[in-house]
């Protein structure tokens, strides 16, 4: 066993095991519905309607075999229904068992660091370059290297490789120091900072939630920054869904004992909240993955992205009541009340021209909420990839849905 499982594996399974019991509990009123010609994910008997995650399908398949049985039916359904739960359970537990002896390992060596502070680094990837220069800032949230997951599948020396100076803002784990941040205090601070330390103005590229710190120090430092691209980066948290979001930032009293001794969120209560966006997706990717042949390429791929989400790092408290109570809970980037060094940050007000990328599949990041963004910005060009909010950055068409026209844009820009 190399690795533990999808984290946090007690709850993962937990939610599985709650769904399993679910639907074989209801069984009854699953085969009345479905009878009726009508089936409970609003697909008719055939299962032919939308499904989340593929597994309402096979169970509507079952009901439709079934309706057509006649006397009986309902010993027939249940019998089915039942070997289909089971089945799905087998292949989610097939699918951790083999992610656990999987024998991939990233041996990605990181490149030199050219400045320093705390916990965070400043990596030069094309040293000596004199491409133009990009500074790339991750999510305070997942360890930087999704940006440089493994051979070919690394955003940073895909840009080096094309004639680009990219560096990667790697945050690091939040130490005694860190934890008493607030996001002032890495925008105005540490961001600034290493901004200063490159020594020229760059073009500034945010992924997910760097995106809103690489917004807020663009409009800080206009003299430091010639171009800013976002990548899926989120401003309206209450779209599509406002009652979902105040749910999620009413979780926050909750995570106070865990928070206020540590001086910051735990990553298994991060990951926690990230499975309450999607429940039961795990379940389905990792009985995906449990098909895959495991010698082969995407199945590396899939162990490399899980690797990288079950190495989480803990986020600064005061960063967590941020987001969660004034980003979540009350909304306040798109509300015009989120400041950052006493100072409202304002979209309208930015100077340089902008990429926006706003994946269509994004469970993170909804598009609504990276569209709200995209049309408050002078200059903006919106670019949609075909892709979801990991997939985009580092998935197998990542290169040709995001890579390549982030590079083109960044050669548009003069100087």
């Known amino acids: 066993m190399l690795r533990r499982g999808p984290r946090p594996l007690l709850l993962h399974l937990s939610l ?9 509990g209801a069984w009854p009123i699953w085969n009345a519905s479905w009878q009726s010609g009508i089936a409970p994910n609003g697909s008719g008997p055939n299962g032919s309607g939308p499904s989340r995650n593929g597994d309402a399908e096979p169970l509507a398949k079952i009901a439709g075999r079934v ?9 027939c359904f249940a019998q089915a229904l039942l070997r289909e739960v089971w089945a799905q359970d087998r292949g989610f537990l097939a699918g951790i068992a083999a992610y656990r002896r999987h024998p991939y390992q990233r041996r990605m060596e990181d490149p030199p660091a050219v400045w320093a502070e705390g916990g965070s680094r400043l990596l030069d990837y094309a040293e000596g370059s004199a491409g133009p ?22 955003l940073m020396r895909y840009l080096a490789a094309e004639g680009l100076h990219p560096f990667l803002l790697d945050w690091g784990e ?32 945010g992924y997910c939630m760097g995106g809103l710190l690489a917004l807020a120090s663009a409009l800080r430092r206009p003299d430091l920054v010639r171009g800013l691209a976002l990548l899926a980066a989120p401003w309206d948290f209450h779209a599509p869904d406002a009652d979902r979001a ?33 429940p039961f997706d795990t379940p389905a990717k990792y009985r995906a993955f449990a098909r895959m042949d495991q010698s082969g390429t995407p199945a590396r791929l899939f162990v490399a992205l899980e690797d990288w989400l079950n190495d989480g790092i803990p986020l600064a408290a005061p960063v967590a009541r941020d987001c969660l109570g004034g980003w979540y809970g009350e909304n306040a980037p798109a509300e015009g009340r989120w400041p950052v060094a006493g100072a409202p940050v304002d979209p309208t007000r930015l100077a340089p021209p902008a990429f926006i990328a706003i994946p269509h599949r994004d469970r993170i990041v909804p598009p609504q909420s990276a569209s709200a963004l995209a049309g408050l910005i002078p200059r903006a060009t919106v670019h949609r990839p075909a892709a979801g909010h990991v997939g985009m950055a580092a998935g197998r068409r990542a290169e040709t849905e995001l890579w390549r026209p982030l590079r083109d844009w960044c050669r548009t820009l003069p100087g």
């Open 174 to 205: 939040p130490g005694a120091v860190e934890r008493r941040f607030s996001l002032t205090d890495y925008i105005a601070g540490r961001l600034e900072r290493a901004l200063a330390a490159i020594g020229r103005p760059v073009i500034l590229v």
């Open 246 to 278: 105040r749910a999620l930032a009413s979780l926050l009293p909750a995570l106070e004992p865990a928070m206020t001794p540590l001086g910051a969120l735990p990553t298994d209560l991060l990951q926690m909240l990230f499975a309450c966006l999607d």
């Open 16 to 24: 599985g095991m709650m769904r399993s019991a679910v639907s074989s």
């Open 133 to 154: 220069t990009v500074l790339v800032v991750p999510s305070l949230i997942n360890r930087a290297y999704i940006l440089d997951l493994m051979p070919g599948k690394s």
């Open 67 to 75: 309706a057509q049985a006649g006397p009986g039916a309902e010993s």
